[in-house]
């Protein structure tokens, strides 16, 4: 009778595991969901900072167009690549950071899949490792 008595609380005390583990699995889904937003959220910046630089470039074009009525083809030639540069490094800077950004999130993303996985693994593990220990002890008992 202790033996078994003694059974049900180690069949419990696996049980409450199973559970904690299900909630960290929880958890971990949620920041999972949270990190694939967040990757949405830098794909969005990305595209909108590509929108911006085709404006900028577009502003630029115009603006020099007026610079060469009031200094003429070589002035508007220099000044043109000059400020294509300068809009080009502004705008290749700001891709590499969300770039950067996002591959981050990506990378992060990949690791909690994988955690969750293994997780997912361990619960069910733990599970039919307690249901075969019980059918032990209850053949046990049984033979005895």
């Not at 830098?42 to 630029?60: F, R, Y």
């Not at 167009?65 to 043109?80: I, K, N, P």
């Amino acid at each position: 009778m202790h033996e078994v008595t003694d059974v049900q609380q180690r069949l419990q005390l696996h049980e409450v595991l199973a559970d904690q583990l299900q909630g960290q699995l929880q958890q971990q889904q949620e920041v999972k969901e949270r990190l694939e937003q967040s990757v949405r959220e830098q794909q969005g910046v990305a595209t909108t900072l590509q929108i911006q630089h085709e404006q900028s470039c577009d502003e630029a074009e115009e603006l020099q167009s007026q610079l060469a009525l009031s200094h003429g083809r070589e002035e508007e030639a220099r000044q043109r690549g000059q400020l294509q540069d300068v809009l080009g490094e502004q705008l290749l800077s700001q891709l590499q950071d969300v770039t950067r950004q996002r591959d981050e999130h990506e990378r992060t993303a990949h690791e909690l899949r994988s955690a969750l996985a293994d997780l997912s693994k361990q619960v069910g593990t733990n599970r039919v490792c307690n249901r075969q220990h019980a059918l032990r002890q209850a053949l046990q008992q049984e033979q005895t």
